[in-house]
């Protein structure tokens, strides 16, 4: 069988090839102009920060602005190139010789779902390293510290089998964890509310801690324990220099997680999302459901834009879609596509619809407002 593409296809791919680099340039070199250029400009003339430390920052941080740029370029390119075939009658060459619509728009969708896999590799492979490099720099070029993992006011409810005093056990809460701060694998001003024990409540509290992978317990310094019966008679008070406390590393965990899901791995936020819900913390937790499919879910946008552009060129006619009517509608499609986006992402945020839901309906009326346009084309 020959696997080597058709002339056709050399054709249409050689047309599409130099307006989506034109696109991928045009909006990487926007969105770093308005999301980094200008803050790292105002930090070398205001701060001190060397040029060759924000030159590093800026190219570290290229990989995040080329996730949008793809799917921006993908319409853009598509828009352009089939504009121009059709108003050059070369569409309707094509038609004559027995050619359909989806025969000549397939390049443009196998583009698209190429964009789609570079984009979802890019953002989940190459985006959260690159970020973190890139604020590492940053920091240490300003002369700031940076905490191999920071938190304040971590919470933890740890819910367990608890004994009861007429006998049995029921499954609730055992101890509620709070740190004030957690730097470089210590935490600082624990309290823990125990539970555990029947007719008892303790009230364990410590300067600082840290966790005992040995032990498989932190390691309290510096506290006391408060011990309260249900009663309300006979409160004692221990202190301690060192004491061991069997509980998890999860407050460690919860400390690590970024919080932005930009910064993170689909296995790291959906890891991220399991840790918040052990946790209680729903909220979060739906917030970052919403985000591990939006993960899957956005790099598709490169094929939904390839569909619509190519649709929306190939009904061209009369004179040639320069370049800036091209960028014009293009601007008008994404502005649109992405206000429909955010607002299915708050709906999933807030738990009114589905995290899948919020997620994949603006893919799916994305692509059949493609489809319809792509019937319309062939007509």
Known sequence: MDRRLSLLDRWLYGELLGPLLF?????????????????????VVER?????????????Q?????????????????LLTYSKLASGNEITALRSVGVSTRRYVLPAVVLGLVFSLASFMVSDLVVPTSNYSSFVILQTALGRSVAKSSGEHIIYPHFAQIPKESGGSHHGLAQLFYARQAQDGHLQGITVLDMSRPGMLQVVQAREAHFDPDQGSWL???????????????????????????????????????????????????????????????????????????KFSVPLSCLVFALVGASIGAQSTGKTRGRSKGFGISLMVIFGYYILFFVFSSLGVQGILPPYLSAWIPVAIGLTAGLALLYRSSR
């Open 48 to 60: 001190g920060l060397p040029v060759g430390a924000a030159i590093q920052v800026l190219i570290l």
């Open 23 to 43: 696109g991928v340039a045009i909006f990487t070199l926007l969105l770093v102009t308005g999301g980094a250029l200008f803050d790292l400009v105002r930090r």
């Open 62 to 78: 290229l990989p995040g602005f080329l996730v949008y740029a793809f799917p921006m370029a993908m319409l853009l390119g598509t």
């Open 220 to 294: 309290f310094r510096d506290g006391h324990t408060t011990s309260l019966p249900n009663g309300g008679q006979n409160q004692s008070q221990l202190r301690f220099e060192e004491q061991l406390y069997p509980i998890d590393d999860t407050p460690l965990r919860l400390a690590e997680v970024p919080t932005d899901s930009a910064d993170m791995t689909a296995a790291q936020t959906y890891m991220a999302q399991a840790l918040l819900e052990r946790t209680g913390n729903l909220q979060a937790a739906r917030k970052l459901r919403v985000r591990f499919q939006e």
